[in-house]
């Protein structure tokens, strides 16, 4: 006659918390393994190996134990320790194959099963562990629907790993959300293999040679090191990760600076030895006309002098827009209003102008951020919008200062809307390269469009301390 079995629903829902905090270990750990190269890589795939096999483990061991029988139960220490190995096994298949940079369906499929396999050889080796005076059968059909189960939540488990791979994809409530997926699909399996169970007297001898017994006090222990564990892996994700992202934005900051600082060097080059040796060669072509009597060579002089003269203009554009020398003599305002009236000259776009008559000065650093963006915007608009008007806003309050680049053009592709922290579409390299260096100076940069056209805005907060006096 089958022995009547009940649950600790205490011990059923942590197991059920493990089961989740080991998915959602999983996934966080998935994506920094990905991004992690050289021996960083195999220290990070080692430790999320360590963390999640033994989440499996402790899941299925916490569930065990939540499992109550009318005789005592003791546990065979070498056996389990083997359906810990098998944990870590599973867990082992599962981040080497996310992490892989090149992986195919049949390598998905066969680590599906593998991880399945893997799982469900935790439950059953743990369920051979057991050492009690019964007999314990098994259903058929409910073996199979677990092991099922097992491979549904493995197949599951790698594809929202492969998901969030990329660090930067989804949302923290997503992981959460795939954690609790996942979890569920787990404990689901587990449960349903213990009801596949059925367990009935037995007189037969038992060999209790390496069992041993675990309390509840001692299962809660287990658990709770477990989740610990895996938070303090989660934790060290984070923080590895905000000094990848620090060091990266010092190195961004680092290549802007010397780009900024080339760009001065070489308008200075242009203006100062280029720009005065085509000065100087078209004196010495008009003083030269005074020697010369033949009327078609004075033609030609002429002609000489007239192309100088235009690349004399070109060289100052190239200059001007490499490192405008009204942006430090004349500020912001002044800088902008200056290239608006050259703009307007070389494109016949209507360009309209609504900035402050007295708009205080900001640090170099911002303002030379902000006349990137004019030109970076009105570059853009001249080659791909196709907008016979624009509008240069700037205004400012007690709190910011927003400057807007509008256009009246064909639009970005439908739905974009960006933000510097935005997830949308991809800016084009000049705009994503000044979104990164406002967030560097603590603004943000805004992007929308749609069939009205087209919308910049650079968002920096003021302060009295970022103010200067007006030049």
């Given at each position: 006659?089958?022995?009547?079995?009940?649950?600790?629903?205490?011990?059923?829902?942590?197991?059920?918390?493990?089961?989740?905090?080991?998915?959602?270990?999983?996934?966080?750990?998935?994506?920094?393994?990905t991004s992690a190269r050289g021996w960083h890589r195999s220290a990070?795939?080692?430790?999320?190996?360590?963390?999640?096999?033994?989440?499996?483990?402790?899941?299925?061991?916490?569930?065990?134990?939540?499992?109550?029988?009318?005789?005592?139960?003791?546990?065979?220490?070498?056996?389990?320790?083997?359906?810990?190995?098998?944990?870590?096994?599973?867990?082992?298949?599962?981040?080497?194959?996310?992490?892989?940079?090149?992986?195919?369906?049949?390598?998905?499929?066969?680590?599906?099963?593998?991880?399945?396999?893997?799982?469900?050889?935790?439950?059953?080796?743990?369920?051979?562990?057991?050492?009690?005076?019964?007999?314990?059968?098994?259903?058929?059909?409910?073996?199979?629907?677990?092991?099922?189960?097992?491979?549904?939540?493995?197949?599951?488990?790698?594809?929202?790993?492969?998901?969030?791979?990329?660090?930067?994809?989804?949302?923290?409530?997503?992981?959460?959300?795939?954690?609790?997926?996942?979890?569920?699909?787990?404990?689901?399996?587990?449960?349903?293999?213990?009801?596949?169970?059925?367990?009935?007297?037995?007189?037969?001898?038992?060999?209790?040679?390496?069992?041993?017994?675990?309390?509840?006090?001692?299962?809660?222990?287990?658990?709770?090191?477990?989740?610990?564990?895996?938070?303090?892996?989660?934790?060290?994700?984070?923080?590895?990760?905000?000094?990848?992202?620090?060091?990266?934005?010092?190195?961004?900051?680092?290549?802007?600076?010397?780009?900024?600082?080339?760009?001065?060097?070489?308008?200075?080059?242009?203006?100062?030895?280029?720009?005065?040796?085509?000065?100087?060669?078209?004196?010495?072509?008009?003083?030269?006309?005074?020697?010369?009597?033949?009327?078609?060579?004075?033609?030609?002089?002429?002609?000489?002098?007239?192309?100088?003269?235009?690349?004399?203009?070109?060289?100052r554009t190239l200059a001007q827009l490499l490192h405008p020398p009204?942006?430090?003599?004349?500020?912001?305002?002044g800088a902008i209003a200056a290239f608006a009236d050259g703009f307007?000259?070389?494109?016949?776009?209507?360009?309209?102008?609504?900035?402050?008559?007295?708009?205080?000065?900001?640090?170099?650093?911002?303002?030379?951020?902000?006349?990137?963006?004019?030109?970076?915007?009105?570059?853009?608009?001249?080659?791909?919008?196709?907008?016979?008007?624009?509008?240069?806003?700037?205004?400012?309050?007690?709190?910011?200062?927003?400057?807007?680049?509008?256009?009246?053009?064909?639009?970005?592709?439908?739905?974009?809307?960006?933000?510097?922290?935005?997830?949308?579409?991809?800016?084009?390299?000049?705009?994503?390269?000044?979104?990164?260096?406002?967030?560097?100076?603590?603004?943000?940069?805004?992007?929308?469009?749609?069939?009205?056209?087209?919308?910049?805005?650079?968002?920096?907060?003021?302060?009295?301390?970022?103010?200067?006096?007006?030049?």
């Amino acid at each position: 006659m089958p022995m009547t079995s009940t649950y600790n629903y205490s011990l059923v829902t942590l197991s059920v918390f493990v089961a989740m905090s080991t998915a959602y270990a999983s996934l966080d750990l998935a994506g920094r393994t990905t991004s992690a190269r050289g021996w960083h890589r195999s220290a990070w795939l080692a430790g999320g190996v360590m963390a999640m096999g033994i989440g499996i483990w402790s899941m299925h061991f916490t569930a065990m134990q939540a499992f109550s029988l009318p005789v005592r139960v003791e546990y065979d220490w070498p056996t389990v320790l083997l359906s810990l190995l098998a944990g870590i096994l599973a867990s082992a298949v599962s981040l080497f194959v996310v992490s892989r940079e090149k992986r195919g369906w049949v390598r998905i499929v066969s680590a599906g099963v593998i991880m399945g396999a893997a799982i469900i050889a935790v439950h059953y080796i743990g369920m051979a562990a057991m050492r009690m005076a019964a007999e314990c059968r098994y259903s058929p059909l409910l073996v199979t629907v677990s092991a099922g189960l097992a491979i549904l939540a493995s197949f599951a488990g790698l594809w929202l790993g492969l998901y969030f791979r990329k660090e930067a994809a989804g949302s923290r409530w997503q992981k959460f959300a795939g954690a609790v997926v996942v979890g569920t699909a787990i404990s689901s399996m587990h449960y349903t293999a213990m009801a596949a169970a059925s367990f009935t007297p037995s007189t037969t001898a038992l060999n209790l040679s390496h069992a041993m017994s675990v309390s509840t006090l001692g299962t809660v222990a287990i658990a709770v090191a477990t989740v610990i564990v895996q938070g303090l892996a989660v934790l060290t994700s984070y923080v590895d990760r905000r000094f990848a992202a620090l060091k990266v934005e010092l190195l961004s900051s680092q290549l802007l600076n010397m780009q900024a600082e080339e760009r001065r060097r070489i308008a200075r080059d242009l203006h100062d030895d280029l720009g005065q040796a085509l000065f100087a060669a078209k004196l010495d072509l008009g003083h030269l006309t005074a020697y010369v009597s033949d009327e078609r060579a004075k033609n030609l002089i002429t002609e000489i002098e007239n192309k100088l003269a235009a690349c004399m203009t070109k060289v100052r554009t190239l200059a001007q827009l490499l490192h405008p020398p009204e942006l430090e003599a004349l500020g912001l305002s002044g800088a902008i209003a200056a290239f608006a009236d050259g703009f307007r000259e070389r494109s016949g776009i209507d360009l309209h102008l609504d900035i402050p008559a007295r708009l205080p000065r900001l640090p170099l650093s911002v303002e030379t951020v902000f006349f990137r963006v004019v030109q970076e915007c009105l570059l853009n608009l001249h080659r791909h919008s196709g907008s016979t008007r624009a509008q240069i806003r700037i205004g400012m309050d007690s709190r910011q200062i927003t400057l807007e680049v509008r256009d009246a053009g064909v639009g970005m592709p439908s739905a974009f809307s960006e933000t510097a922290e935005g997830s949308g579409p991809k800016l084009g390299v000049g705009l994503a390269g000044l979104s990164e260096r406002m967030k560097q100076i603590g603004g943000r940069l805004e992007v929308t469009s749609g069939s009205w056209g087209t919308s910049v805005k650079a968002i920096f907060p003021l302060g009295l301390s970022e103010l200067r006096p007006d030049a």
